[in-house]
């Protein structure tokens, strides 16, 4: 019986070997399907921003030109456009990273929804809140979810903006939240362009866009959705959508409420 103990020993070892070498496997092919997405984004994103502050610092540099003032504070606001807009490309592409590899962190604790609901709106920027009409419809006796503060409100940065983005109208936003015995769902309507049943699916992987050519004059990447999804996974939620191509979109979040955490897992780093 102890050589059957030795092959049985042999058998589990060799089937943990083969596990970890497939595990190993899928995370260098992640690794490298993160290389290729930063080696187009490179390419195709960056470039753009960092052509046009060349071109415009090149200019200012002309030692034969005399600029006015007017003009030259005209090439300054562009460059400091293009350095925001790279600035963006990085922040994202780190945040994508971290979901690809599990290690995106999330410091979880007791919060209320309507104080987030809002003070993502107020970080929008000035012009884009006025031009837009904004209803937070939150009951107050919601239960406290369990969440990362700075996180959530990203992902309602991201909704409102493309909210506000793709959007052919006066921008209508609506937030309304709701709880059941395990989460509180928060529903952040639009009366936009909509999205066709057909991309539904598609919008929350990374680098997709229904209209390539409309997001670029519009400025997006196609990763604040994937970024939402993984920042939505990392605390144990989800988040849905429903929309109809013409009318609008609502996409919902469901945050897990903080009576139903275990205690000692306020720090957490996403794996899966
Ligand atoms: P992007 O940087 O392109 O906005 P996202 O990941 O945030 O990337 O969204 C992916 C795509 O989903 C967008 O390019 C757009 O086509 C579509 N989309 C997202 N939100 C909305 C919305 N509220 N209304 C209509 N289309 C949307």
Not at 53 to 76: C, M, N, P, Y
């Amino acid at each position: 019986s102890s050589s059957l103990l030795i092959v049985l020993t042999l058998l589990v070892t060799l089937g943990i070997g083969a596990f970890l070498a497939k595990r190993h496997a899928e995370l260098e092919q992640r690794v490298d399907r993160l290389k290729n997405d930063l080696i187009s984004l490179a390419s195709h994103e960056f470039k753009t921003p960092i052509t046009s502050i060349k071109g415009s610092v090149e200019t200012l540099l002309r030692r034969d030109a005399q600029w006015d003032e007017e003009f030259k504070r005209e090439l300054l606001e562009g460059v400091h456009e293009d350095i925001g807009r790279i600035q963006e490309l990085i922040d994202e592409w780190l945040d994508i990273s971290k979901i690809e590899s599990g290690v995106l962190h999330v410091s979880l604790e007791p919060l209320r929804v309507r104080p987030i609901v809002e003070e993502a709106w107020r970080r929008l920027p000035k012009a884009q809140q006025e031009a837009a009409i904004f209803e937070a419809d939150i009951p107050p006796h919601l239960p406290l979810i369990h969440g990362d503060k700075n996180r959530l409100e990203q992902v309602l940065v991201n909704l409102y903006t493309n909210a506000l983005r793709y959007n052919q109208q006066q921008p209508h936003i609506r937030v309304t939240a709701t709880g059941d015995e395990r989460f509180v769902h928060i529903r952040v309507e639009d009366n936009g362009i909509g999205i066709a049943g057909d991309h539904l699916d598609k919008i929350f992987d990374r680098f997709y866009r229904v209209d390539v050519t409309a997001s670029r004059l519009t400025g997006g990447t196609g990763l604040g959705l994937a970024i939402s999804k993984g920042i939505m996974e990392a605390h144990h939620g989800r988040i849905a959508v429903e929309s109809k191509e013409g009318t609008g979109s609502a996409f919902t979040l469901s945050v897990p409420l903080y009576s139903l955490h275990d205690g000692d897992n306020d720090e957490e780093t996403q794996n899966f």
